[in-house]
């Protein structure tokens, strides 16, 4: 099923059935839709081949084939063909129910308690407001025992030798090679990892977290004349791209740090627990603008 959003000036594709995703988010010119997202096929049942899907009920790698919390080891499987550890929970790779909708707005909803201990139930919703794309993700527990969650949001860009990226942070997480964080560094004025001003993305591969991030951010194509400024409710970024060979790159508002669930304490890298009936929302806004 795929669902169109058209305020005049967005348009915004959406298939439910392929984890909730966005297919297309384009800006409407009198030359036609120019694509904002990375774009995809309406046809395309693989997430990662889209623009952007939701990140629920945590965000990107678990190590050690699971985690333990309150005295519990919670069992975690591999999730996708190439990739030794579970990524990004099971809602990007579920059928979500339309809740809601009209030209310009579309609630969904999905319930999942197969991946103990999450027990949950999500709602996920996009609306065009003039130059804007308000995405909102929450989570409710529904499980008698209490879990850790985070939130998160995939999308997909374009990338061209012109791109810059703003999006000031703190510091950043070194990974080893199953991208799970060694270490974590201050960045400073000198780092090429330091996009406190408008810069280009590093030339080699990139997937690493960012964190102290203010929750705002800047996307700049000069050769298009575009602009779009990310706002979100957290303070952490994943920046993902292969290398200066792609054709796209990923910059995801998170809630948590990767691999939370190891840490001393999973609560300070992000993660949010939740009792039964608790709830926990996302919010981040996609704003287009001229260069």
Not at 5 to 30: I, Q, S
Not at 55 to 82: D, K, T
Not at 100 to 112: F, H, I, T
Not at 141 to 162: I, K, M, N, Q
């Amino acid at each position: 099923m795929i669902i169109t959003l058209d305020n005049g000036t967005l348009r915004l594709t959406v298939n439910p059935d392929v984890g909730g995703a966005v297919v297309r988010f384009d800006r409407l010119t009198e030359h036609g839709p120019e694509p904002v997202m990375r774009p995809g096929s309406e046809d395309e049942s693989d997430p990662n081949r889209l623009a952007m899907y939701p990140l629920v009920p945590w965000s990107n790698r678990i190590g050690g084939g699971g985690f333990a919390w309150r005295g519990q080891f919670n069992s975690l499987e591999p999730n996708l063909p190439g990739e030794a550890l579970p990524i990004h929970g099971d809602g990007w790779q579920r059928a979500w129910q339309v809740v809601e909708q009209d030209d310009v707005q579309l609630r969904l909803g999905l319930r999942s308690s197969h991946q103990p201990p999450f027990d949950y139930r999500a709602e996920l919703s996009y609306c065009l407001e003039a130059n804007a794309l308000e995405v909102r993700l929450a989570i409710t527990h529904l499980g008698d025992t209490p879990a850790l969650y985070g939130l998160g949001l995939h999308p997909w860009f374009p990338r061209s030798a012109e791109v810059r990226l703003e999006a000031s942070a703190e510091g950043v997480w070194e990974v080893d090679s199953a991208q799970l964080p060694t270490e974590w560094r201050r960045l400073d004025a000198a780092d090429p990892w330091n996009f406190v001003l408008p810069a280009p993305l590093p030339s080699d591969r990139i997937d690493n977290l960012f964190s102290g991030w203010g929750g705002r951010a800047v996307l700049r194509w000069p050769e298009r004349g575009m602009a779009l400024g990310v706002y979100a409710n957290t303070s952490r970024y994943l920046l993902f791209s292969p290398g200066s060979e792609a054709d796209f790159f990923c910059f995801e508002p998170v809630s948590h740090d990767v691999d939370a669930y190891h840490f001393d304490d999973p609560q300070r890298h992000g993660l949010v627990e939740l009792g039964k009936g608790e709830r926990h929302l996302m919010c981040c806004r996609f704003c287009l603008a001229g260069q």
